[in-house]
């Protein structure tokens, strides 16, 4: 080596030499390079510039959602209950967004054929993934929590300092989220063999879901139960809950530090560090070689033919409610790739961890009452209400997913094909949706519901939500009004349609005076059913003429 | 100097030769063999390709070709046997020899988000050239190429042949000892591949090493040295076109080729679509 190598070239040239090290010239050009794919749009044809809006709406919807929790919070005085919850929030929705996005970000090998040749060690490879998705979670989680941490700097002792540190703590907490479900799947990647991997994924997804939800925002409130002004009492559970450390390292900075705060502070930053360094080590050495195996073709989907054939002839049965061929079509064209893509599997699985974990924190909490029953004062969190949220929230990812691909260019073939009825194929895909999940899974939630309120009532309740969900279904494919799988998937695409979470907030005032009026006057009540059974209809009409209006002049930009 | 099994790990101390021939292997593959599941996609391939030589790689559709480019360019692990490139053996040793080559693949897989000048400076920088020399290469790759204009333009909008264009240029930055080129002249316009063509034959005379794999049979014949065909993931023919002709007794390649690797009667498949996309009804009525 000569003299003239500086301590860097020196380790740079070592780095070089070993198949193992990450190479941090070449992070930095795949970084760069994969935040210009993040930018840019997809669509054909443009001249390259940054296209801002994708990104800057979901940063957006995100403050948007920090602001509301933030502001819905201003009147409590406590830091640590502050804090604690909107952490808890904020955590949350940055690992359903790391979720949302992994397969995209993470584990995906869609660029493997483009890289897979070139002199890009596994960890470089890794590396420069987990750089870009950490830079996207700093993106997400400055949105979420800057006002929050604004109110914080007004609100307590220590003014602008303390906001800071908020802001500085509540980094961490989320990158430390964000570790933590690349760490999940990480782990997943090592224990299953390739072949599984990819079927296993999408149930680790709806796991992690559950488990997120039920932990990180159900768990807060049950132990909370009252008024969110008074403070909560700190007790044994504070060391089993990640926000509350993180919380006490905030309460610690305004002064109300005891040594408590100051080992619950010590314990969040020590966490951190080992999930990030653990979630950055685990795999990167074979992780090339795990994505690599990703890509080759299984034996195991022949294999799995035979014993999917009863769910598969089920699917098949919904095509009676197809009226003509196009309708045919798109219902078979969304079976098939329902069941053989993972990466949409992938993309709709997670959804369903949502309304379970409600209903498990129903179960445990008693918060599952009669709908039809006397008004129990007794439990101020509305359970049954957010169970229904979510259920029409799972409407969110199917609308989203049936129109997006990542081989949106096979579109071609429906504007090649002398195709007379270009709406009947999303319309098909959505009866597929409908048939072949959103159906099934209200029978499942009506048989487990039935263990909490008598079936009867399980029933009209379930019986309201999923036509609220029909009805959001079709409100969603009117602002989606592409034909089935034509659309490129966007990584930030889905984490902005998070802010439809408040829109849906107006299916929840349906649902909610509906029981009510069910359950004070049945007569009026069953006329407000019948009303919203008009409105799915309506929204069903409504979704046809603005398909066909906007799908008649579509051209296929491939 | 590294020794691993008798493998130089030194890719500028080539003195690899062939069986009897005066020249340096640039490409060499062991028992090289590949299955997914119980199909076997290669099976145990043997074969040594001097430097210098643009060997074509020819084969009915999944035969194995592009199995046997992944495995030797480092991007799927064999099942069994070993690629060594310029001695070195990917799998052991898989940023050394991937240095050495440039791909073409066949998927045509690139960020077409990027812009052409984009894409191509981020390839450099993955084989530390210059960011510099890396835009200037760039640049007169594409001038050569004829997309000059469009190398600000996101790829998202450009042709099958554009892409290629700028896959080629990828391929060629770094100036590899090796080429892998997986049907490279897909979607190029005639000017484009007769340029490509001539390319070829000089890189070759300059040591440059090409395994070629293609369906274009007059390509392979008028470009290649040598021509592999593989058939159901074995080599059934091994030798220079004159040979392949004289071994099947037949007047072309195309022929020869046929006669190597279609146990079927091609007439009569034709014969047999034929009467399919038509219907036998109609010819059946015609015939009355």
């Not at chain 1, 559950?210 to 002004?229: C, H, N, Q, S």
């Not at chain 2, 194995?64 to 799927?76: L, N, P």
């Amino acid at each position: 080596m000569s003299s003239r190598h500086s301590g860097y070239d020196r380790l740079h040239h070592e780095n070089r030499n070993s198949d193992q090290a990450a190479d941090w010239g070449q992070i930095r050009a795949l970084f760069a390079a994969g935040l210009h794919l993040d930018l840019r749009s997809a669509r054909a044809g443009q001249r390259s510039r940054l296209k801002i809006p994708a990104m800057v709406s979901m940063l957006a919807t995100y403050a948007i959602i920090g602001s509301i929790l933030a502001l819905s919070l201003v009147r409590t005085s406590d830091p640590f209950t502050f804090t604690l919850l909107t952490f808890s929030a904020a955590m949350f929705m940055t690992a359903i967004t790391v979720i949302m996005e992994y397969s995209s970000v993470v584990v995906s090998p869609n660029d493997y054929d483009i890289l897979a040749h070139r002199p890009v060690s596994s960890r470089t490879y890794y590396f420069a993934k987990v750089a870009n998705l950490l830079f996207y979670v700093a993106c997400t989680a400055t949105a979420l929590n800057l006002p929050a941490a604004i109110v914080v700097g007004f609100r307590f002792d220590g003014g602008a300092a303390v906001g800071f540190l908020y802001m500085i703590m509540a980094l961490i907490a989320c990158f430390a989220a964000a570790a933590l479900v690349v760490l999940l799947y990480s782990t997943a990647l090592k224990l299953f063999d390739y072949q599984r991997f990819n079927r296993a994924i999408t149930y680790v997804h709806l796991l992690a879901t559950l488990a997120l939800t039920f932990g990180y925002v159900l768990l807060p409130r049950m132990l909370i139960k009252e008024d969110v002004t008074v403070v909560i009492e700190k007790g044994p559970w504070i060391w089993f809950a990640p926000p509350a450390w993180y919380a006490g390292g905030v309460e610690l900075s305004v002064g109300l530090g005891d040594s408590r705060n100051l080992i619950l502070a010590l314990l969040a930053i020590a966490s951190a560090v080992v999930v990030i360094h653990t979630a950055l080590t685990m795999i990167s050495l074979e992780y090339s070689r795990s994505i690599g195996q990703l890509t080759e073709s299984s034996p195991e989907e022949t294999i799995r033919k035979d014993r999917r054939k009863l769910r598969t002839r089920f699917a098949a049965l919904g095509i009676v409610f197809c009226r003509n061929d196009e309708e045919k079509a798109g219902f078979q064209l969304m079976q098939a790739y329902m069941r053989r893509n993972g990466k949409l599997r992938l993309r709709i699985y997670p959804a369903f961890g949502l309304p379970l974990a409600v209903y498990l924190f129903g179960l445990v909490s008693g918060g599952l009452n009669d709908p039809l029953g006397p008004r129990s004062l007794e439990n101020a969190f509305p359970v049954r209400e957010l169970l229904g949220f979510y259920c029409v929230f799972i409407t969110l990812f199917f609308a989203s997913a049936i129109t997006q691909s990542d081989q949106w260019k096979a579109s071609w073939i429906f504007f090649a094909a002398p195709v007379e009825n270009r709406v009947g194929l999303l319309i098909g895909a959505r009866k597929l949706v409908i048939w072949r999940y959103m159906t099934p899974f209200f029978c499942v939630l009506l048989v487990l519901l039935s263990f909490a309120m008598p079936p009867v009532s399980a029933t009209l309740y379930l019986f309201v939500t999923f036509v609220l969900s029909l009805t959001t279904f079709a409100l969603l494919s009117m602002a989606s009004p592409f034909m089935p799988l034509s659309q490129s998937i966007e990584k930030t695409r889905q984490a902005r349609q998070m802010g439809l979470i408040m829109l849906l907030g107006i299916a929840m005032v349906f649902l909610v005076a509906i029981t009510e009026t069910l359950r004070e006057a049945r007569l009026a009540g069953t006329i407000a059913v019948v009303l919203l059974l008009a409105l799915a209809g309506l929204s069903e009409i409504a979704l046809r003429k603005r398909l066909t209006s906007r799908l008649a002049g579509e051209e296929f930009l491939g | 100097m590294d020794t691993t099994d008798g493998q130089r790990s030194d890719p500028t101390d080539l003195d690899f030769r062939t069986d009897g021939q005066d020249s340096v292997v640039a490409i060499e593959f062991r028992g090289l063999a590949k299955s997914f599941g119980d199909i076997e996609a290669v099976q145990s391939l043997d074969l040594k390709i001097p430097r210098g030589q643009i060997c074509g790689y020819l084969g009915p559709n999944g035969a194995g070709k592009t199995t046997t480019v992944k495995m030797a360019t480092g991007m799927i692990s064999p099942t069994s046997g070993t690629a060594l490139i310029n001695g070195i053996d990917i799998a052991g040793s898989p940023l050394k020899a991937k240095l050495m080559v440039g791909v073409v693949p066949e998927t045509g897989a690139l960020y077409e988000n990027l812009t052409p000048i984009e894409y191509l400076t981020l390839v450099g920088r993955l084989y530390h050239l210059e960011s510099d020399a890396a835009l200037e290469k760039a640049e007169e790759f594409l001038r050569l190429f004829g997309i000059a204009d469009s190398s600000e333009r996101m790829m998202t909008g450009f042709s099958r042949g554009m892409r290629q264009k700028v896959l080629i240029s990828a391929a060629l930055l770094h100036n590899p000892d090796i080429l892998f080129l997986d049907e490279p002249l897909a979607g190029l316009d005639a000017n484009t591949a007769l340029i490509l063509k001539e390319l070829l034959r000089e890189l070759a005379s300059r040591g440059k090493t090409v395994f070629y794999c293609s369906h274009i049979l007059e390509v392979v014949e008028k470009v290649c040295d040598r021509v592999v065909i593989l058939n159901r993931g074995e080599v059934v023919a091994d030798g220079d076109v004159d040979e392949l002709k004289e071994m099947t007794h037949r007047a072309s390649l195309e022929d020869a080729f046929t006669e190597l690797t279609s146990e079927d009667d091609l007439g009569a498949i034709v014969k047999a679509f034929s009467h399919s996309i038509t219907g036998r009804a109609r010819e059946a009525g015609n015939e009355q």
